[in-house]
């Protein structure tokens, strides 16, 4: 399965790009392709120390990192490419995050929510499934509110 990776990152250490790091290590071992933004990010900037950086939207207005410019690449992705989006626990903080998430309910895309480093699926239709992602699939149930 094709999977964007989405979750908060004004506001972390190195833009949070660790925490994206691990969880697309996670997703790729359970045999999925993910687009990881925060390596499309390293990949269109290989001059930015992003490891250095504190997160904040000043350092990058410094930079010149044009962050509309990335979430247009960002939401191109889940619109021709992904077949659902994985969501970093702390997601609904972030207001990139929600517009993903957003681009994804309109195209009616699964999604799938970080819970303690276990992947849980929200279905197309919004409704929370509880079915676990695993190994090409999901199994398993956890019952659970989740913002919308």
């Known amino acids: 399965m094709k999977l964007y990776l989405a979750g908060p990152m004004e506001g972390y250490k190195a833009f949070n790009f660790p925490a994206f790091d691990k969880a697309a290590e996670q997703l790729r071992g359970l045999g999925h392709e993910v ?79 970080q819970v303690s480093n276990k992947w849980y699926r929200i279905k197309a239709n919004g409704a929370w499934s509880g079915e676990q992602l695993e190994k090409g699939y999901v199994s398993g149930l956890l019952m659970r509110r989740v913002p919308a």
């Open 35 to 113: 687009f990881n933004p925060s390596a499309a990010n390293r990949r269109s900037h290989p001059d930015i120390d992003w490891y250095s950086l504190d997160g904040t939207s000043e350092e990058l207005t410094k930079l010149k990192f044009g962050v509309g410019d990335a979430l247009c690449d960002d939401i191109t992705y889940i619109c021709r490419e992904a077949d659902a989006i994985a969501l970093l626990e702390g997601w609904e903080k972030s207001k990139g995050a929600r517009a993903e998430s957003a681009v994804a309910v309109a195209l009616n895309k699964d999604r799938y929510i």
